[in-house]
């Protein structure tokens, strides 16, 4: 049904503690992205990669940066969460930028 | 910046009828494409038009990149359909702004 897989689908933390979220997708897409769902559903913009390029970043904490291995993988770490990061986390990717986005299922991290 | 403003947000549908939902946007966007949630959370693709109409069974869309607006319309919707709609606005960069949402109930 869906070629972009995330896990972990969900995931609860302590505030301070480490996260580590995997994307992986199999449709040979050269861009890959990280959304983040806030409390209103909406859905913004966090990172994207262009076969393996960092290609925006928005005005994102710190704590939280991109890492890919190939085109086909982007990986989402968040080195010390914060409660603000309870959130749901879409993985997606594009052939291009001008094409059409699929999604993941999306992890859902709720931090305590 | 970049916004789109999607609407309603909430549409309750008898089982045969249809409505349209809309999406406005700030600025002038290159493309946009239309899912809908499905009950595990995934965003099922509808649509993706850069510009004109599409139509797949009982939806349709629309997508005016001058006029600043996208439509999704739904006609004979079945109790399957319930869910909620997102658009999703395609900036001229690598940008993609969705919309709120719309949350559809089809009741019989």
């Known amino acids: 049904e869906t070629a972009v897989f995330q896990t972990p689908n969900y995931h609860v933390t302590q505030v301070g503690n480490e996260v580590s979220f995997n994307c992986k997708q199999t449709?040979?897409?050269?861009?890959m992205y990280w959304y983040k769902q806030d409390s209103k559903k909406l859905l913004k913009i966090m990172f994207s990669?262009?076969?393996?390029?960092?290609?925006v970043n928005e005005t994102v904490p710190r704590r939280f940066s991109p890492q890919s291995s190939d085109k086909a993988h982007l990986n989402l770490r968040i080195k010390s969460v914060e409660p603000e990061d309870s959130a749901v986390y879409l993985c997606?990717?594009?052939?291009?930028?001008?094409?059409?986005?699929?999604f993941g299922h999306g992890t859902k991290l709720s931090v305590l | 910046g970049d916004q789109v403003e999607q609407s309603p947000s909430a549409l309750s549908l008898h089982e045969g009828t249809g409505s349209a939902l809309r999406c406005n946007f700030t600025?002038?966007?290159?493309?946009v494409q239309w899912f809908r949630k499905n009950s595990r959370g995934s965003l099922i693709n509808l649509f993706y038009l850069a510009s004109g109409t599409k139509e797949n069974g009982r939806l349709k869309s629309a997508f005016d990149s001058k006029e600043r607006y996208s439509t999704l319309h739904i006609r004979d919707a079945q109790l399957e359909d319930s869910g909620t709609y997102f658009c999703a606005a395609l900036t001229g960069g690598y940008k993609v702004v969705f919309g709120s949402g719309t949350r559809l109930l089809v009741s019989p």
């Open positions: 997606a990717s594009s052939q291009g930028t001008n094409e059409r986005l699929f």
């Open positions: 990669y262009n076969n393996k390029q960092l290609i």
């Open positions: 449709l040979g897409h050269d861009t």
């Open positions: 600025t002038t966007m290159r493309a």
